[in-house]
């Protein structure tokens, strides 16, 4: 039997994303099934999600571990290891077991945002071959959340869940917590597979954002649904929740970069200065540089329902009902229009199956390497849409933490905290806070980065021009 702690002996650096025999033969509903191309390489790079209830009232240990043994009925995964099929020469999950949790506070509680982070950054540790997944309970004591008294913290490997799918989890886990019900019974599987995210299999959560559906369509006017340039200078703040460097700029600031969507052109900017100002304050442990984006177009077709003619939520993807993150790759010496075209072409990907999406996408390794929290960015208007319902959890921060086994660890863009009384907060962990006038020199940065482009054409200017703007306005 080979697990998750030798999956590596099996996995060369360069394995080819395709498994050596027809995708169609996984099949999602077995319990021993083979593992997705997709969930085989964000195994073998460690990457990870950790979601944290903030509890903001006494938490009675042995309800919540009810609650907790509860929902992994509901929602069980498939196995808690893999193991190496010699014959299809390829990962499947071991058969399905059943894994009892008994809450109990760990030793030493949180009394900052920085030692929450470097407890995120340690969720690997916690997953091994015997757990794909982790629930635990730690006190919180942190000044900037007064009434926060513990989190309820959920470990898990990003190819089974995802932090929308989380949420729900955390809502249902308030369901139960606060319910009439002793919790004996042991329930039937909602799902047999947790590839697909719980979200999936609740149609009702998709129509029931209506301020969410509001962003998701201004979100995507900025992924390429817009044709007239002149039309995105209103919209330009919606890219601080992703993570981005964006201010109110006016559009006839801002080039195009010729033969691409208008927002592949904007994304590219933004990627070539956030590239830029990491060889600048040399914060890049390679030679190369890797950035994150996502794509929300997906999201708005499940919302409208108007893409998938007969969608089957019991049976699509997760990844179908998610946002789409891209990476960006390249070095000092990769021209924006590079950039561009990169951008571009992945988004045409998105056009494809989930699965085969996911095959090309998945060839790219990221991961995050520190975890700098600036408390004081943004808050978007989801009140009473993405809270977590009624019951002791009554926020929840997210993180993502990866780390590929070939390579150094490289940064991931944002988290957030999902509130029902305060909207979601969106955390920029991938530069350091800036003061309002280091704020104003790096916008200027971005306007002399345009006028290049103007002057000299984007496939003339290289992320190693945008590194000497830096070097002669920051001060």
């Not at 000044?143 to 932090?163: I, N, Q, S, W």
């Not at 900025?222 to 460097?245: M, W």
């Not at 592949?264 to 040399?282: D, E, G, R, T, V």
Request: hydrophobic share 40%.
């Amino acid at each position: 039997m080979f697990t998750v702690d030798n999956l590596y002996d099996h996995i060369s650096k360069d394995v080819s994303a395709y498994p050596p025999f027809s995708i169609g033969d996984i099949t999602l509903e077995n319990p021993a099934r083979f593992l997705t191309t997709h969930e085989v390489k964000q195994t073998t790079r460690n990457q990870t999600i950790c979601e944290i209830g903030l509890v903001e009232e006494d938490l009675d240990l042995e309800r919540a571990s009810k609650a907790v043994n509860h929902l992994m009925h509901l929602y069980p995964f498939l196995s808690y290891g893999v193991q190496f099929d010699a014959e299809h020469k390829w990962m499947r999950y071991l058969p399905q077991e059943v894994h009892t949790y008994n809450l109990a506070f760990e030793e030493t509680p949180l009394s900052s945002f920085d030692e929450i982070g470097n407890y995120v950054a340690a969720a690997t540790d916690v997953l091994h071959s015997q757990k794909l997944s982790h629930w635990s309970v730690v006190k919180i004591e942190v000044p900037e959340l007064p009434t926060v008294r513990a989190g309820l913290v959920f470990k898990v490997y990003h190819c089974l869940m995802d932090g929308v799918a989380i949420m729900q989890l955390l809502k249902k886990f308030n369901e139960l917590y606060v319910s009439a019900s002793e919790l004996l019974e042991i329930p039937s599987p909602i799902q047999v597979t947790n590839f697909r995210s719980i979200m999936s299999c609740q149609p009702d959560f998709q129509s029931s954002q209506q301020p969410l559906k509001k962003s998701a369509l201004n979100l995507s006017k900025l992924t390429g649904q817009f044709k007239e340039e002149n039309q995105f200078g209103s919209k330009l703040k919606y890219l601080d929740q992703i993570g981005v460097l964006c201010h109110h700029y006016r559009p006839e600031q801002i080039c195009r970069v010729p033969g691409v969507q208008y927002s592949y052109s904007l994304c590219s900017l933004y990627i070539a200065q956030i590239a830029a100002y990491l060889y600048f304050n040399k914060d890049l442990t390679s030679e190369d540089f890797q950035t994150l984006m996502m794509d929300l177009r997906r999201d708005l077709a499940l919302l409208n329902s108007g893409r998938y003619s007969n969608l089957d939520f019991d049976k699509i993807l997760g990844q179908a009902a998610q946002p789409l993150f891209l990476i960006s790759k390249g070095n000092i010496n990769t021209s924006v229009q590079d950039i561009a075209l990169e951008l571009q072409h992945k988004f045409e990907m998105s056009k494809t199956t989930s699965e085969v999406k996911w095959q090309q996408i998945v060839q790219n390794e990221v991961g995050p390497s520190t975890f700098k929290l600036n408390i004081d960015i943004i808050m978007c208007s989801n009140i009473g849409k993405m809270d977590l319902g009624v019951g002791p959890l009554a926020h929840m921060i997210g993180f993502s933490s990866a780390h590929h086994i070939w390579e150094k660890p490289i940064l991931y863009p944002a988290n957030s905290i999902h509130s029902g009384k305060f909207g979601v907060f969106v955390f920029e962990w991938d530069f350091k806070i800036y003061s309002k006038e280091q704020q104003k020199l790096n916008d200027l940065v971005f306007l002399q980065m345009n006028q290049l482009i103007i002057e000299r054409g984007a496939e003339n200017v290289l992320v190693s021009d945008v590194v000497k703007i830096y070097e002669s306005v920051w001060k």
